[in-house]
């Protein structure tokens, strides 16, 4: 069974600090990891999607990795902002069906 | 931009009553997913329809939870009675199908049992 765990639960760091966000995956036979954003009470946002067969997704500030032999992903964030404070979810995509398997989230608060 | 839309985006029930819960994925996306997000954690499937037919429904309690798509558009999910350990998060997402998996979620409607 597919588990998927976000290190460190919460993280506070000053405006301006580059900082890496963690996950891991038990089963390497994955189709594909997304990174999502959630604001307080609202819905996710589709980040990044890196498919199997790639290493890594650039998208502005944000930088994925996705290493499936070693199971881990990392969501790299330059140049933090106030405006990144959310809860950052890794998700899996597992099986050929496109379900998604969700780690508890990273809540980030950047300080200005 | 299109988006998945989703209502009502907040809704209080008594325990034991009857909720229902709708979503309109993107225009032409053939793969519908609802999950649902206790406060806290990460959301776990419910339910997923290819078209009209459920893909997978492994995770629903199928004692008091139902879901439709009908025509292979939009969705309902309903709860049957409602309970307690109910009030969470429910998001509704879809994606193109085929080899297209990347899913686009809506809202969500915030579910209060009382």
């Known amino acids: 069974k597919q588990e998927v765990t976000q290190i460190p639960a919460a993280l506070s760091v000053p405006e301006g600090e580059n900082l890496v966000l963690n996950c891991s995956f038990t089963?390497?036979?994955?189709?594909?990891l997304q990174w999502f954003r959630q604001d307080p009470g609202k819905g996710l946002t589709s980040l990044l999607l890196i498919q199997s067969s790639q290493r890594e997704q650039t998208s502005g500030r944000l930088n994925a990795s996705l290493d499936k032999s070693s199971g881990r992903s990392t969501l790299y964030i330059a140049a933090s902002q106030p405006g990144d404070s959310a809860t950052y979810l890794c998700a899996v995509g597992s099986g050929n069906t496109g379900k998604l398997i969700f780690g508890q989230g990273t809540t980030l608060q950047v300080k200005p | 931009e299109a988006e998945v839309a989703q209502s009502p985006r907040y809704k209080i029930t008594e325990k034991s009553q009857a909720v229902a819960f709708w979503c309109d994925p993107i225009?032409?996306?053939?793969?519908l997913y609802w999950y649902r997000q206790i406060l806290g954690q990460g959301p776990e499937l419910l339910v997923q329809?290819?078209?009209?037919?459920?893909?997978?429904d492994s995770q629903l309690p199928k004692d008091r939870f139902s879901a439709e798509r009908l025509k292979g558009v939009d969705s309902t999910l309903k709860i049957q009675p409602a309970e307690l350990g109910d009030s969470a998060m429910y998001l509704c997402?879809?994606?193109?199908?085929?080899?297209?998996?990347?899913?686009?979620f809506g809202p969500g409607t915030r579910l209060t049992v009382t």
């Open positions: 329809f290819q078209d009209e037919s459920v893909v997978d």
């Open positions: 089963d390497s036979a994955i189709y594909n």
């Open positions: 225009s032409g996306h053939a793969t």
């Open positions: 997402a879809s994606s193109l199908g085929g080899d297209s998996y990347e899913q686009y």
